[in-house]
């Protein structure tokens, strides 16, 4: 499964952003897709979950409110999944990965989003949330 992430930009703090992931049709028929994010020389955060075709949608607390995954399942030879990311704080910049995992979202919130269970990753873009 190729996930390509794309919508990384530079954007001042208490702005908003949109992050796309790019996925084959039928991704979310089989597969979580989960929003992680990574400070240079830190650990790897996942943030986001949408579960599939059923749209269930799961946060951290780091951004709940302020950001929204989504997914547009209507295109005919793709899905996407959206991160909607409102009232931006300097402490969101990162390179923002996209992720695929057989898991359920339930299950990665319990466990924490350990990177070990994700199946496919994308490359991932950058956001720098500037003062």
């Known amino acids: 499964v190729q996930l390509v992430e794309s919508g990384g930009d530079l954007v001042h703090a208490g702005g908003s952003l949109r992050l796309s992931c790019a996925a084959p049709?039928?991704?979310?028929?089989?597969?979580?897709i989960t929003w992680f994010r990574q400070v240079s020389g830190k650990e790897r955060e996942g943030i986001s979950c949408?579960?599939?075709?059923?749209?269930?949608?799961?946060?951290?607390d780091s951004v709940k409110g302020r950001f929204t995954i989504s997914s547009d399942l209507t295109k005919s030879a793709e899905e996407t999944v959206f991160l909607q990311m409102t009232n931006l704080r300097e402490d969101d910049t990162a390179r923002y990965f996209c992720a695929a995992t057989e898991l359920s979202c339930t299950f990665l919130m319990a466990t924490g989003f350990q990177t070990s269970d994700m199946d496919y990753w994308g490359n991932g873009t950058p956001v720098t949330v500037s003062s």
């Open positions: 049709k039928h991704t979310l028929e089989d597969y979580a």
């Open positions: 949408i579960s599939g075709t059923a749209g269930m949608t799961f946060y951290v």
